[in-house]
Structures are given as structure tokens and as C-alpha cells.
């Protein structure tokens, strides 16, 4: 067919599948690491998985790893400027409590 | 004079059918930016309507004219309908959509009927809005800051703030649309360093429109959920923070400007170098300057919260941010003044708005720097310095080069010239109004008067005097461009393709061009601005 | 009548667009900036949660503990399997199979009215328990626990609108599922032409996203209490 060319890039179904396992493991392992008591690192560990799993939805799933350059700098740039809303907000609340009017 | 001949009217996107319909359902980016342009200038009298009762309270200490309540009123209004419904959209709405698939020698832009979804976007965004104000107003100022606006204020709230919800998804389809059309949409040939800046300047700005939009768009959802459900994110009452608002609010509102200044900053680049008949001085710095001050821009909003009661470490960090945002905008005048030099010069109409462009655009940046300086900030915040630094870059610099793109497109648009004498005198009355109007409030913001107050002190009521009667002649330079435009469609001389003898592929159809844009897709193969080849003719139509 | 590939092709191709390469390019591209815009617009709440949490943390941890994990991780599961059937139909518009498109986005459905079904179970239990934002919030806990029920309220306040801009932006979804199941019923998609499709799964891929985050952050937040 003349559109053979135009066609694109398909990933086979085992593909789906895998990444599919591997987010439901993660799933369960998010749910199992919150019971144990880690302090400050269950945050960071809850964020790391979900960061892993949101990047094989993306890449995958998305098929943003076979899509365009400019797709993916696109992306990157909207999480860029999330992580600047967020990170330049705290700049404000995480110092509010430094400068005090006490008289030494 | 008959003749028995008779000529065939050529194909042009205004006769391509007459009906109701075939404006309110089209699909063409030029008939969607003259519906954008009647909408806006609705807008912009609505907005310049407050504005004359404002001034007219002004020009007694006492505040004799109306009441507090409805003073607060007025200047809320003002503000939303010029921002959200006047600034943001005019040159990305009306000019960009004109223009940009004609400059990048597209026959439209990639999404049309996502184009004319943002026009009814932006009316359904306008009918909320206006019907709030008929309803009565709101009384939170354009910045709807919280407390007041989700738990104290007993106006429209709601109502007012979902408008302007509504317009922003406009704003942030059009951006959508101009992006993907840039990257897109070009011509053969037309690279990106061959593309006219007033295409890198609306690229630049629709980044800020897709990135910035949606976080004034959660802010104000949060703010109608406060306060119709009391959930108290930003009541300090219910353990929130009032200044959560102001920095989710600030993220959007701040570079909200530089989408209002880069498109005409862009207009600005087209006309100084048609009118000087020179290259661009420096194209990539100016084409890379739109983008950093777009970046730039998204990183300073908390100087609108130096007295807000941010930490002052935060402070410092954004004062240093807000002084190298700065640095781009300097950029682009130099060279712009750099492509002055040794230019053939013409004083067209167009041309006059960009010199007023360029004098007031610097006075108002400067006094941003001025802003950006937390000492001095901390003197002339929340007083009318505030009000005249940004007047004179939303009108002195945004308000001038829409005029000047309105002017410069105009043969474009309707085929038709407009009368040159005429327009020369409302440029001079727009220059010297506005000055007038808004030069006496740097010193009155100096001395020490707040804004937002309707009564002041009896020693500031001579400058306010000032200020009102300079505004009275601002208004008159902007009712003659009306009357002598919608003139100059009936009247007008037919302006053929190329009235300015300016270099690009818009100037290259017919005035004006026939719906499909092109006959055949153009194959681009000179550089930008190629002025050196593009042969001095005596100008012949509008003088 | 069966409309070969290319005619279906060719009636789809815009008339501003030099070829259905362009066309195709030009929309997915589209639909990943109207995703950018979706990202900035959850980005506001998650900065208000991040902010809120931050300073109330111990409050934020009492509120957490009302969320039931197993309901929660189930829904996350549930997207998952959601999302793998949406990519599957994808791949069936690509490689023709039009049937099993459409049984595949079918069962997306499914999954996607599931996840609305548990939410609105969770909702239920919440609103009963006046574990809702304004004048009729109660939460007896936070005595005993040491917080101030306001902050409790501002962590419910966050669980509900997240949540909920999710659910809408779910019910949405399921609403473009629709429409593509019937576009795609009457043979207007084909290998050469399924934009739609393509695009209509990154959306439902976003929201999928969006709750991949929300679930830790607002359901482990931690497990003082053990479960």
C-alpha cells in the first residue's frame, strides 16, 4: 500500500504488557514500603516510585521515547516550569521563620 | 464611468459570502481576527469608560463623585476588562491571528476551528464578566486578593472571576494554536532565523500563554470554591494563607505582561525596519531576547509581594531576578534604535506610534527597575508611581504599537488606506494625552499618594488635574482612529498590495488576500528584513 | 460499505495541510501542549498541597489516616489496567483491527466507571463522616492527635478538590472514550488515520498520571497508626 510508509512506529503488544506488570508491582511495593516507618525517606521513596511509574507511562505508554525532539523538549520544559512554581513558592516558606527583630 | 466591459470581483476573504453564518461559523484566521477585532474594542471602551469616571472623581480631593464602595468598583473593572479582555488578547488575537499564517506562508493556522473556539470562548468569557458588572462589579481590584475577595466582599464575586476563567482558555488556545503553527506550518524555505520577529515575539509570548494560563485558571477555581463552599485555603481565619493566593496568582499575573508586551514588541521590530528600510541590527539577539524575557518573566512574580510579608530572603532572591529580566528589554531597544542608525527614515503613522513605543516603553521599564529595588519599593508601592510605571508600559508602550499594527496592517486587512493627515493628528494627541495624563503620576506617587483611594490630600489636586485633562485628550486620539478607520472602508483609497513597499510574505498577496491565502505555497529564499534588495519605490497611495 | 484505508485517509486530510504526515504531526503535537497546560493546571493545587503540607505536616498526617489505603491502591490499579487497554487500542487503530479497538476502548471504559464507582464509595464515607470543607466540618480526632482541626480541614479541602478535578477530568475522558468508540464503530479510523485515537489515549494517559501522584501524597502519608 502507498501509506506504508507513513506508518507509524508500532510497538508490539508484549511491550504494553510488560510495562503494565512492572507498574502493578510498583503499585503494590508504594503500598507496602508506607508501612514501614522510614521518617522523612517515605516521602521521598513514595515520590521516587511514583516518579519511576509516571516515566514508563510517559514513555511507553505515551510513546513519547519514539515521538518527535520537540515533543519531548516540550515536556520537559512544562515539568521544568511546574518544579519553578513549586521550588521558587518555597523559597518564601521556607524562610519565613529565619530573620527574627530580636535585639541581641 | 461604465464601460461594457464588466470585471469580475476578485475572491477576497471579506466578499467570500455575506451571510451571518458564514462569519459566525467561519474556519478563516482573518475573518476570526476582525471578529476578535470588533469584540476587543467593545471592550477596550468599556474599560476606558471606567477609566473616565475615575479621573473625573479624581480631579476634586474630595471624594465627592461617587461613593468608596463604587470607586473600588470602577478601578476593579477597569482593570479586568483592560488586562484579561483588552491587553492579552489585542495584537496575539487580532494581529497575530491576521498575520502569522500569512508571514510564515501558511494558508491557515493549524487548528482553525480550535481559532474560532477561543473567539466564542473569549464572548462567553466577556458575557460573564460584563453581565457581573451590570449586576454590579466587584470590588476586589483586578488582583482579587484574598481574604477580601473569598470571604468579606459582598459583590460579584463569582461571577466576574469565571469570566475571567473562561478567557483565559481563549488565551491559552490561541497561544496552542500559534505555537504549532510556527513549528509547523512554515513555507519551504522559511527557516526559523528567516522568520519575521513579530512571529518570535507572539511564539515567545503563546509560550507564556500555555504555561502561565492554567495557574491563574486553578487559582480562581480555588477562589470560587472558597467562597462558595468556605473551604478556607486562603483564609488566615481557617488556618490558610492569604499569601498562597498572591503567589499562585502572581505566577500567571506576572508574566501575563509579557504576553501583553512581547506581540507588540514584535509589531515594533516589523515597522522600525519598514520604515527605516533596514535590516534588523542584531535579529538573533532580538529574536533570542523575546525568548529569555519570556523565560525571565516567569521568575520574578513575587515583587509584586516585597511588602506582602514574604520572607526576606525570597525578596531578595526575586529583586535580583526582577533586575535581570530587565536586560532582554534593553536588548531589544538598542537594537532597534541600532536600526535607526543610518536608516532611510519615513514618518508614517506607523512609524510615529514606535518612536512613542520606544520612548515610553523605556521610561516605563526603567521605573520597573525602579520597583524592583526593595528599598524603594518599600517607598512607592501601592502608590500611583506604581500606577504610572505600568501605564506607561501597558499604554505608552502595549496601546501604542497595537496602533501602530492596526495602522501598518490595515491596507492589508480591508485593502483600503486610511486618511494619513488624520491619523498623524490622533498619533500626536495620543502621545501628548497620554503623557499628560500619566507623567504627573510618578510625582504624585513620589509624594506619596496611594492608589486606589478616590479622596486624597488637597495638595496632590493639582497634578490629579493634570492627570484628568491629559486624559480627556488620550480619549480623543482614541475616538478619531475609530471614526476615520470605519471612514476609510467606504472612503478610502485602495491601498494595493503593498502600500508600505515592506519586505515579507504577507505583503506579497493581495489587499485584501483572497481566503485561501496563497494561489500557490510560496518558496521562501531571502532573508528577513531584505531590504537592501527590495527596490525603493516613491510610495504612491495615501498622501 | 467498507471504505479502504486511503479514502478514509484522503476525506480526512485538512485543506491547510500539505499531507496527512504534516496533519498527523501537527495534532499529536497539539495534544501534548494542551497536556503541558493540564500539568500547570493540577501544578497549582499540588503547589497549594505542597505548601499546606509543609506547614501543617502533622495535620496533613491525621486527615491522611481517614483515606483507605486498599480502596485507593485498588483505583490506582484499576488506571493502570485502564491505561494498558488504552494503549492496546491504540495499537489496534494502527494495525487496522478495528473490532478489537473497539472492545478494548470498551473495557477502558469499564475500568474508568469502575475507578468513579470506589471514588464515589470513598466520597460517601467522607461526606458521612462531615469530613468535608466548611461550616459543617468535623473532625474528633484532632484533639486527641494534637492538631488544629482547621489545618485538618485545609488537607480535606486539598483531597477534595484533587480528587475531584481528577474525577471530572475522568468523566471527561470517558466521554471522549465514548465518542471514539462510535466514530471508530462507523469506520472512520483506519492505519492511516486515527489522530484521534492516539490523541484521546494521551489524555486519558494524563489523567492516569495525575493519579499516580495523588495517591501517595494524599493516601501514604504516613502510617502512624499502622494501617
Redesign the interface.
Known amino acids: 500500500?502507498?501509506?506504508e510508509e507513513?506508518?507509524?512506529h508500532?510497538?508490539p503488544?508484549s511491550i504494553?504488557?510488560s510495562?503494565?506488570a512492572i507498574?502493578?508491582f510498583l503499585?503494590?511495593l508504594?503500598?507496602f514500603v508506607?508501612?514501614i516507618?522510614l521518617h522523612n525517606w517515605?516521602?521521598v521513596l513514595?515520590?521516587v516510585?511514583?516518579t519511576i511509574?509516571?516515566t514508563l507511562?510517559?514513555l511507553?505508554?505515551?510513546h513519547l521515547y519514539y515521538?518527535?525532539k520537540?515533543?519531548k523538549v516540550?515536556?520537559i520544559?512544562?515539568?521544568f516550569?511546574?518544579f519553578?512554581?513549586?521550588a521558587?513558592?518555597?523559597?518564601?516558606?521556607?524562610?519565613?521563620g529565619?530573620?527574627t527583630n530580636q535585639i541581641h | 464611468m461604465a464601460t461594457a466591459v464588466q470585471t469580475v470581483e476578485r475572491e477576497t476573504y471579506l466578499n467570500n459570502g455575506y451571510s451571518l453564518k458564514s462569519w459566525l461559523l467561519t474556519r478563516d484566521h482573518k475573518r476570526i481576527a476582525i471578529l476578535y477585532l470588533i469584540s476587543i474594542t467593545g471592550m477596550f471602551f468599556i474599560g476606558g469608560f471606567f477609566a473616565m469616571l475615575i479621573r473625573l472623581e479624581l480631579l476634586t480631593p474630595a471624594g465627592d463623585l461617587v461613593s468608596s464602595d463604587t470607586y473600588n468598583k470602577l478601578f476593579s473593572m477597569h482593570g479586568i476588562s483592560m488586562v484579561f479582555f483588552f491587553l492579552i488578547p489585542s495584537v496575539p488575537a487580532v494581529l497575530g491571528n491576521f498575520v502569522i499564517p500569512l508571514m510564515v506562508g501558511a494558508k491557515d493556522l493549524a487548528f482553525p476551528r480550535l481559532n474560532l473556539a477561543s473567539w466564542y470562548i473569549y464572548i462567553i468569557g466577556a458575557l460573564f464578566a460584563l453581565v457581573s458588572m451590570v449586576m454590579g462589579g466587584v470590588d476586589t481590584g483586578w488582583t482579587f486578593y484574598t481574604p477580601f475577595s473569598t470571604t468579606y466582599s459582598n459583590t460579584h464575586v463569582v461571577g466576574t472571576a469565571l469570566g475571567v476563567f473562561i478567557a483565559g482558555f481563549s488565551s491559552i488556545f490561541t497561544g496552542l494554536n500559534f505555537i504549532v503553527t510556527i513549528?509547523r506550518m512554515r513555507a519551504p524555505g522559511m527557516t526559523w532565523t528567516r522568520l519575521p520577529l513579530f512571529c518570535w515575539s507572539n511564539y515567545a509570548a503563546s509560550i507564556i500563554m500555555v504555561?502561565g494560563t492554567p495557574?491563574i485558571a486553578i487559582t480562581i477555581l480555588l477562589v470560587a470554591l472558597e467562597r462558595l463552599f468556605h473551604i478556607g485555603v486562603f483564609n488566615p481565619a481557617l488556618g490558610g494563607d492569604p499569601?498562597?493566593f498572591q503567589?499562585l496568582f502572581w505566577?500567571y499575573s506576572h508574566p501575563a505582561v509579557y504576553i501583553m508586551i512581547l506581540p507588540g514588541m514584535g509589531v515594533i521590530s516589523e515597522i522600525v525596519t519598514c520604515f527605516s528600510r533596514k535590516r534588523v541590527f542584531g535579529y538573533e539577539f532580538v529574536a533570542l531576547a523575546s525568548i529569555a524575557i519570556a523565560v525571565l518573566g516567569?521568575?520574578v512574580?513575587?515583587h509584586h509581594m516585597f511588602v506582602a510579608g514574604?520572607?526576606?530572603?525570597?525578596a531578595l532572591?526575586?529583586s535580583l531576578l526582577s533586575y535581570l529580566v530587565a536586560i532582554p528589554s534593553a536588548v531589544k531597544v538598542f537594537n532597534w534604535t541600532a536600526t535607526l542608525y543610518r536608516g532611510s527614515i519615513r514618518y508614517d503613522t506607523p512609524m510615529l506610534y514606535a518612536f512613542g513605543f520606544i520612548g515610553l516603553f523605556t521610561i516605563g521599564g526603567l521605573t520597573g527597575v525602579f520597583l524592583a529595588s526593595l528599598g524603594v519599593d518599600v517607598h512607592v508601592t501601592d502608590t500611583y508611581f506604581v500606577v504610572a510605571h505600568f501605564h506607561y508600559v501597558m499604554v505608552g508602550g502595549m496601546v501604542l504599537a497595537y496602533m501602530a499594527g492596526l495602522h501598518f496592517w490595515w491596507p492589508k486587512m480591508t485593502g483600503k488606506m486610511y486618511p494619513e493627515g488624520w491619523a498623524k493628528l490622533s498619533a500626536l494627541l495620543v502621545f501628548v494625552g497620554f503623557n499628560l495624563t500619566f507623567f504627573p503620576q510618578f510625582i504624585l506617587g513620589y509624594m506619596g499618594m496611594p492608589r486606589r483611594y478616590h479622596a486624597y490630600p488637597p495638595e496632590f489636586q493639582v497634578l490629579n488635574v493634570l492627570s484628568t485633562a491629559g486624559a480627556s485628550v488620550l480619549a480623543m486620539g482614541y475616538v478619531l482612529p475609530m471614526i476615520y478607520f470605519l471612514w476609510s472602508l467606504r472612503y478610502g483609497e485602495d491601498a494595493g498590495p503593498n502600500p508600505w513597499n515592506a519586505v515579507g510574505l504577507e505583503w506579497m498577496t493581495p489587499s485584501p488576500p483572497p481566503t485561501h491565502n496563497f494561489d500557490e505555497t510560496p518558496v521562501v529564499t531571502w532573508e528577513a528584513y531584505d531590504y537592501e534588495h527590495q527596490p525603493e519605490e516613491e510610495v504612491s497611495v495615501g498622501h | 460499505m467498507a471504505t479502504s484505508?486511503?479514502e478514509i485517509?484522503e476525506h480526512a486530510l485538512q485543506h491547510h495541510f500539505a499531507s496527512?504526515?504534516q496533519q498527523?504531526?501537527t495534532s499529536?503535537?497539539g495534544m501534548?501542549?494542551f497536556?503541558?497546560t493540564e500539568?500547570?493546571f493540577f501544578?497549582?493545587l499540588?503547589?497549594a498541597y505542597?505548601?499546606y503540607r509543609?506547614?501543617y505536616y502533622q495535620a496533613f498526617v491525621e486527615g491522611s489516616q481517614t483515606m483507605n489505603?486498599w480502596l485507593g491502591?485498588t483505583n490506582?490499579?484499576v488506571l493502570?489496567?485502564s491505561?494498558?487497554t488504552?494503549?492496546?487500542a491504540v495499537?489496534c487503530a494502527?494495525?487496522d483491527k478495528r473490532k478489537l479497538m473497539i472492545v478494548l476502548l470498551l473495557i477502558t471504559m469499564v475500568f474508568g466507571l469502575a475507578f468513579l464507582g470506589i471514588k464515589a464509595v470513598e466520597y460517601h464515607e467522607h461526606w458521612t463522616n462531615h469530613q468535608f470543607p466548611g461550616p459543617n466540618f468535623q473532625f474528633d480526632a484532632a484533639e486527641a492527635a494534637g492538631v488544629n482541626p482547621q489545618n485538618v480541614q485545609i488537607y480535606f479541602s486539598l483531597y477534595w478538590a484533587m480528587t475531584g478535578l481528577h474525577a471530572l477530568h475522568m468523566v471527561i475522558g470517558i466521554g471522549l472514550v465514548t465518542w471514539i468508540v462510535i466514530a471508530g464503530a462507523r469506520g472512520m479510523y483506519s492505519?492511516?488515520y486515527y489522530s484521534p485515537v492516539e490523541n484521546v489515549?494521551?489524555y486519558w494517559?494524563?489523567v492516569?498520571?495525575v493519579w499516580?501522584?495523588l495517591?501517595?501524597?494524599l493516601y501514604?502519608?504516613?502510617?502512624?497508626h499502622?494501617?
Open positions: 500500500m502507498a501509506s507513513h506508518r507509524q508500532v510497538l503488544a504494553y504488557v510495562i503494565w507498574l502493578m503499585t503494590g508504594t503500598v508506607s508501612f516507618e517515605n516521602i513514595a515520590l516510585i511514583a511509574k509516571a507511562v510517559v511507553f505508554f505515551m515521538s518527535s520537540l515533543t516540550t515536556v520544559v512544562a515539568i516550569f511546574l519553578l512554581l513549586l521558587l513558592s518555597m523559597t518564601d516558606y521556607l524562610t519565613r529565619w530573620l | 513549528h504555561l495557574v499569601l498562597l503567589h505566577f516567569f521568575l512574580w513575587a514574604i520572607s526576606v530572603y525570597a532572591v526575586f | 484505508d486511503i485517509a496527512m504526515d498527523r504531526e499529536t503535537f501534548w501542549l497536556l503541558v500539568i500547570m501544578g497549582g499540588f503547589c505542597l505548601v509543609w506547614t489505603i491502591a490506582t490499579a493502570i489496567c491505561s494498558l488504552m494503549a492496546l495499537r494502527q494495525t492505519a492511516d489515549g494521551l494517559h494524563f492516569d498520571l499516580i501522584y495517591f501517595p501524597l501514604l502519608i504516613s502510617k502512624k499502622g494501617g
